[in-house]
T-cell receptor, first 112, second 116 residues
């Protein structure tokens, strides 16, 4: 059974719309992360949260907003979608901020 | 700022041989953590092995081992007795230790093809 669940697996959106990518982890970890992977920039770090607080942020655009309603949830809201946002978005978690990351299977987003 | 560089875009080897993948990193921290991950054809990203900077012994895990050369800021991944199923993209990553808020940053990856 997957321990980090990302939903949906595939997502198609139109330019200008808004989407939410879901991530839940059942590893008992207290730190969660979002990474983006595209042909242009492989595995690019976006955000990290620990105990539901933002720890590190490498995303310049405010169109990307992480949302943590529970310790084991870290969703990613993307507004005003652009074709350049097309990528696979990976959620990850770790036991604490210094430990090894474990990844979900990703959400492949295509913006038309 | 931390930076991870993998200069080998792709490598092709014959099955049952040994392969080394290179990775160099930049950091101002004296304490840091180094990781190698594998991304399979299905897209799954799997943790393989890690090296903590304060440890002098090279880490080993199954048929994976590391060549940690601290003075050269280098952490090579060695795979012995390669198998077809080792074909994947391999990523090196580093997390700086002084600031626990830092998340790991990844290199661009090296695509390994193992041929029969």
């Amino acid at each position: 059974d997957p321990k980090i669940i990302q939903k949906p697996k595939y997502l198609v959106a139109v330019t200008g719309s808004e989407k939410i990518l879901i991530c839940e982890q059942y590893l008992g970890h207290n730190a969660m992360y979002w990474y983006r992977q595209s042909a242009k920039k492989p595995l690019e770090f976006m955000f990290s949260y620990s105990y539901q607080k933002l720890m590190d942020n490498q995303t310049a655009s405010s169109r990307f907003q992480p949302q943590s309603s529970k310790k084991n949830h870290l969703d990613l809201q993307i507004t005003a979608l652009k074709p350049d946002d097309s990528a696979t978005y990976f959620c990850a978690s770790s036991q604490n901020r210094a430990e090894t990351l474990y990844f979900g299977s990703g959400t492949r987003l295509t913006v038309l | 700022a931390q930076k991870v560089t993998q200069t080998q875009t792709s490598i092709s080897v014959m099955e049952k041989t040994t392969v080394t993948m290179d990775c160099v990193y930049e950091t101002r921290d004296s304490s840091y953590f180094l990781f190698w991950y594998k991304q399979t054809a299905s897209g799954e990203i799997v943790f393989l092995i890690r090296q903590d900077s304060y440890k002098k012994e090279n880490a080993t895990e199954g048929h994976y081992s590391l060549n940690f050369q601290k003075p050269k800021s280098s952490i090579g991944l060695i795979i012995t007795a390669t198998q077809i199923e080792d074909s994947a993209v391999y990523f090196c990553a580093m997390r700086e230790g002084r600031n626990n808020n830092n998340a790991p940053r990844f290199g661009a990856g090296t695509k390994l093809s193992v041929k029969p």
